[in-house]
């Protein structure tokens, strides 16, 4: 199983950018993937998550603080990708952003250790 995040790049304050994570020999749709950030001299952040599609509770989506209400995640199951899409970008968001992959949301979020992560994807905001 491979994850691979792409999309990154240089834009300016106040721009766009969507991200995609896409997965080899693994159907993403069975399971929760999160976004994460790491910007250099700091640890790695949860940026946001988007649960697999639950038989009761459908797909849940959540984001920290620092992105709620600026970046979306949405599943595009035909590519078997995740997108992040990011709007009115800040400087500091400038990061190496990573996707992961695991079945047991603890993992995923609270303990950061997912089964699956992919290679990041720089993004460099400029100011």
């Known amino acids: 199983v491979q994850l691979q995040a792409s999309g990154g790049g240089l834009v300016q304050t106040g721009g766009s950018l969507r991200l995609s994570c896409a997965a080899s020999?693994?159907?993403?749709?069975?399971?929760?993937i999160g976004w994460f950030r790491q910007a250099p001299g700091k640890d790695r952040e949860f940026v946001a998550l988007?649960?697999?599609?639950?038989?009761?509770?459908?797909?849940?989506?959540s984001f920290s603080d620092a992105v709620e209400g600026r970046f979306n995640v949405s599943r595009d199951n035909a590519k078997n990708m995740v997108g992040l899409q990011m709007t009115s970008l800040k400087h500091e968001d400038t990061a190496t952003y990573y996707c992961?992959?695991?079945?047991?949301?603890?993992?995923?979020?609270?303990?950061?250790?997912?089964?699956?992560w992919g290679q990041g994807t720089l993004v460099t905001v400029s100011s």
């Open positions: 988007i649960t697999k599609n639950g038989a009761t509770s459908g797909t849940i989506t």
């Open positions: 020999r693994f159907n993403l749709d069975y399971t929760n």
């Open positions: 992961a992959a695991d079945e047991t949301l603890r993992k995923l979020v609270v303990e950061k250790r997912p089964d699956y």
